[in-house]
């Protein structure tokens, strides 16, 4: 019987962790691309695209993400299409994610104060002058805080993909706990790895929150 070390058990979800770190940055990056193309259709003057954008985000919002993992990994295969397990991961995380993002910098978007608006179209600006050049870049001070923070939960959710064989960090605590039968070593391990990759973002969502409350407060 192969004796395992602490280092052993470390190094091995260290190794799970990296895809949980990669597959995070993947799914953040083209959540938010996804995300804004939302945005716009969201915030549109062609009820067609806002209507079709809110029911992409009821749809995605209102079923679980777990459902969305199975159906991106077994569905496509019943149209013949071989799916492998990261690919699938990719595309639901990617999926689910944009549907809150788009819905978080949609509320950003309407707290600016519609005078903006008007003052922008007085000017003869078309709707993505006046998306461009007035309403994201006040927009966007506000989104900061609440875009890390929902970067967290992306962090968190990447755990249910170990449900479809993707292999990051969970996925490698149950392997290394199948052979080392040492679950609380191996989980106590892991979370301490979740709360390296979370807390910093947090922090950062908090400090950001306090700066911009601060700077409001001042102006």
């Given at each position: ?162 449900i479809i064989g993707f292999t990051e960090l969970s996925k490698a605590g149950t392997i290394i706990t199948n052979a080392t039968f040492e679950p609380f ?35």
């Open positions: 019987m192969t004796a395992f070390t602490q280092w052993d058990i470390l190094r091995g979800l260290l190794l799970g962790a990296r895809w949980t770190a990669v597959l995070s940055l993947v799914t953040f990056a083209g959540a938010a691309i996804l995300g804004m193309v939302l945005l716009l259709a969201r915030t549109s003057r062609h009820n067609g695209l806002r209507a079709a954008a809110r029911l992409y985000i009821e749809l995605f919002q209102g079923t679980p993400l777990l459902m969305q993992l199975f159906l991106a990994f077994f569905g496509l295969s019943l149209f013949g299409l071989d799916v492998p397990s990261w690919l699938a991961a990719g595309m639901a995380l990617i999926l689910w994610a944009s549907a809150f993002l788009a819905e978080i910098w949609r509320g950003c978007v309407e707290s600016v104060p519609r005078g903006q608006w008007e003052a922008s179209a007085s000017l003869a600006m078309g709707y993505f002058q006046q998306m461009r050049h007035v309403i994201l870049p006040q927009a966007l001070r506000l989104a900061i805080a609440p875009t890390v923070g929902f970067s967290v939960q992306i962090v968190k959710s990447t755990a249910l993909t170990s070593t191996v989980y106590g391990y892991a979370a301490l790895i979740y709360f390296a990759l979370c807390w910093p973002m947090s922090y950062l969502s908090h400090s950001l929150e306090r700066r911009l409350q601060h700077a409001a407060d001042r102006a």
